[in-house]
């Protein structure tokens, strides 16, 4: 039979001709084949990298910890020469992880807030203005956050880090210390809080767009307030989107160096062991940056590398829980 356009039915190329002999689809075959090579050659890539990054930290850090004369986990101490080095990085793992919890806690319910204005309650006219100013925080460089926070925040801080010692100085977080200013360790967890803001934000923004139009459409349709469909259909979607933002802005705060650097005071090696958050001290990456002039023998890099190393498996193990906990999460929903 032919059609009005003069080509017969039978001229038609059949199911079978675009068939190979394998019986799979020819067309694309070889960019598929290309495309599935190079990702999984950027996978194993990425694997080795960090395999040998580890391993290089683990090289170069045993031999100093083979000559350490004091506990490693516990000790306050920080004397890497002469013969008889002690070195311990319980002070260096409290000042990281107090002021990266007190980070976290003031950035996640923020941008979680802001992403849910954002995608949520804006207007449109507003909701992309709004995303590109928050996401312009993630372009300032961290050592303008540091000046920022020293010479700037720092003095309007002053009152209210006063303010809760004097109020809750009776609870060992919040004991006064000798340190002038605000250069401790509760103020650089705020500013380190507004440098994670974007990362949090951003991504939870993704995820709460995402959001099946069908569920929210649904719970209102049953007669939910705004609200109300927020808290039954938006945030239990984005659940493993805000723990994964979340750990990722807790890597940021784990390793941020410049800004730790220039806002918290630096403690004697001798100075007394203290909880207090309105204390000073240094975290992992500010010691390694405040002493790389020290660098000068391998016992002393090794120590410093050490201490990198901690720091490294620490953020290791973090994202490695964030990953469980997302993987249980979807199993569950699933």
Do not use: C
């Not at 516990?74 to 002070?91: L, Q, V, Y």
């Not at 007190?102 to 995303?131: D, E």
């Not at 002038?180 to 507004?194: A, D, H, K, M, P």
């Not at 630096?266 to 390694?288: Q, R, V």
């Amino acid at each position: 039979m032919t059609s009005i356009t003069g080509v017969t039915a039978d001229d038609s190329p059949s199911p079978d001709s675009r068939v190979g002999a394998g019986g799979r689809a020819s067309t694309g075959r070889t960019g598929d084949l290309l495309f599935g090579g190079a990702a999984k050659a950027a996978g194993l890539i990425v694997i080795a990298l960090v395999v040998l990054v580890g391993v290089f930290l683990l090289s170069q850090a045993v031999p100093s910890l083979m000559r350490n004369e004091a506990n490693f986990l516990t000790s306050t101490e920080w004397e890497t020469s002469g013969e008889h080095p002690r070195f311990g990085i319980a002070r260096l793992l409290w000042v990281t992880v107090a002021s990266s919890i007190i980070a976290m806690a003031v950035a996640v319910p923020i941008g979680v807030g802001v992403a849910l204005f954002i995608t949520q309650y804006s207007p449109a006219w507003l909701a992309r203005p709004a995303a590109q100013l928050v996401d312009l925080l993630a372009a300032i460089p961290s050592i303008v956050y540091g000046i920022w926070g020293a010479y700037v925040a720092g003095p309007y801080f002053l009152p209210i880090q006063t303010w809760v010692g004097d109020t809750f100085g009776w609870i060992p977080l919040f004991t006064p210390t000798n340190i002038s200013g605000s250069s401790t360790i509760l103020f650089v967890g705020f500013v380190l809080s507004i440098m994670v803001l974007p990362i949090v934000t951003a991504l939870t923004r993704e995820i709460f767009d995402q959001t099946p139009s069908t569920h929210k459409e649904g719970a209102l349709a049953l007669g939910a307030t705004r609200w109300e469909m927020i808290r039954t259909a938006v945030l239990p979607f984005g659940k493993p989107g805000i723990i994964s933002a979340s750990m990722l802005g807790l890597g940021r705060a784990l390793g941020e160096t410049l800004a730790v650097m220039i806002i918290v005071s630096s403690l004697n090696d001798s100075a007394p062991w203290s909880w207090s958050l309105l204390n000073g001290g240094e975290t992992f990456a500010s010691k390694i940056a405040n002493n790389a002039g020290e660098f000068d023998t391998p016992q002393k890099t090794g120590a410093y590398i050490a201490a990198g190393l901690v720091l490294f498996l620490l953020t290791f193990v973090v994202n490695a829980i964030a990953r469980i906990v997302i993987e249980r999460r979807k199993a569950f929903t699933e």
